[in-house]
């Protein structure tokens, strides 16, 4: 899915460069996750024309979250996520993570520093895909002289605030530039890492669980934090 358009959907007023921030872990646990029948359906929002949200309930009281985007050929391209409604502090959130994603066929480096004796690779995250990472940890004593790595694909979680009703949704993410000017300043204690994006390097949320819970309830309120949002519009 291209981030572009979920800006474009949800954002249309937003800066160039404010987009959602990227969690390691999720922000939800079996305690705390709901089902609100009301979100399964289509939503758009004012040029519905130009694609959507929509929402199907899946096992474990989670959703599928559908994302529509008309090409300018005239087709319709879906980009599908998977999407957990929590309660927590009294807001609601919505935790979504790719299900599935577009990966670059570039070349990727992890590095250890040679100087330092028994050094890990820093970096260990490099996004291969938006919302998707690839973790690289080690190197670590094998059997014998041999070494051994880790590597998995972790696909990252984004958080939105969410106001629902009948007929109307609004979605107001955890903003990236906030969260990290927050850091950089020492406004805010969150854990996190940075990870490689092509030549750049981002910081990620890297927090337990728990850790992000209490971080989000924290700073709900924080202006800045979460970004104003859109209103979209239940279609059927």
Same mark, same amino acid.
């Given at each position: 899915?291209?981030?572009?358009?979920?800006?474009?959907?949800?954002?249309?007023?937003?800066?160039?460069?404010?987009?959602?921030?990227?969690?390691?872990?999720?922000?939800?646990?079996?305690?705390?996750? &709901? *089902?609100?029948?009301? /979100?399964?359906?289509?939503? @758009?929002?004012?040029?519905? =024309?130009?694609?959507?949200?929509? !929402? $199907?309930?899946?096992?474990?009281?989670?959703?599928?979250?559908?994302?529509?985007?008309?090409?300018?050929?005239?087709?319709?391209?879906?980009? &599908? *996520?998977?999407?957990? /409604?929590?309660?927590?502090? @009294?807001?609601?959130?919505? =935790?979504?993570?790719?299900?599935? !994603? $577009?990966?670059?066929?570039?070349?990727?480096?992890?590095?250890?520093?040679?100087?330092?004796?028994?050094?890990?690779?820093?970096?260990?995250?490099?996004?291969?895909?938006?919302?998707?990472?690839?973790?690289?940890?080690?190197?670590?004593?094998?059997?014998?002289?041999?070494? $051994?790595?880790?590597?998995?694909?972790?696909?990252?979680?984004?958080?939105?605030?969410?106001?629902?009703?009948?007929?109307?949704?609004?979605?107001?993410?955890?903003?990236?530039?906030?969260?990290?000017?927050?850091?950089?300043?020492?406004?805010?204690?969150?854990?996190?890492?940075?990870?490689?994006?092509?030549?750049?390097?981002?910081?990620?949320?890297?927090?337990?669980?728990?850790?992000?819970?209490?971080?989000?309830?924290?700073?709900?309120?924080?202006?800045?934090?979460?970004?104003?949002?859109?209103?979209?519009?239940?279609?059927?």
């Amino acid at each position: 899915m291209s981030k572009k358009w979920l800006l474009l959907l949800l954002l249309p007023v937003c800066i160039t460069g404010c987009v959602p921030v990227d969690s390691i872990n999720p922000l939800y646990t079996e305690k705390n996750v &709901i *089902f609100d029948p009301v /979100l399964v359906g289509k939503w @758009g929002g004012p040029n519905a =024309d130009e694609g959507g949200l929509r !929402f $199907e309930r899946t096992d474990d009281d989670a959703y599928q979250m559908v994302m529509t985007e008309k090409k300018s050929s005239g087709w319709a391209k879906e980009s &599908i *996520f998977v999407a957990h /409604l929590l309660s927590l502090g @009294g807001e609601k959130y919505l =935790d979504v993570e790719p299900r599935e !994603f $577009e990966a670059s066929s570039h070349l990727l480096l992890f590095r250890t520093d040679p100087s330092k004796k028994g050094s890990k690779f820093e970096p260990t995250l490099e996004r291969i895909g938006s919302g998707v990472y690839l973790e690289v940890l080690g190197p670590n004593p094998g059997k014998g002289t041999s070494q $051994e790595l880790q590597v998995k694909v972790r696909p990252a979680h984004w958080i939105f605030k969410v106001y629902l009703s009948e007929k109307s949704l609004s979605l107001s993410y955890l903003d990236r530039e906030w969260v990290q000017e927050a850091i950089d300043k020492k406004l805010v204690q969150a854990r996190h890492m940075k990870a490689r994006d092509e030549n750049t390097l981002n910081w990620v949320l890297s927090g337990s669980t728990a850790d992000l819970q209490q971080f989000v309830v924290r700073h709900a309120d924080d202006p800045g934090a979460f970004d104003a949002g859109m209103a979209m519009s239940k279609i059927e």
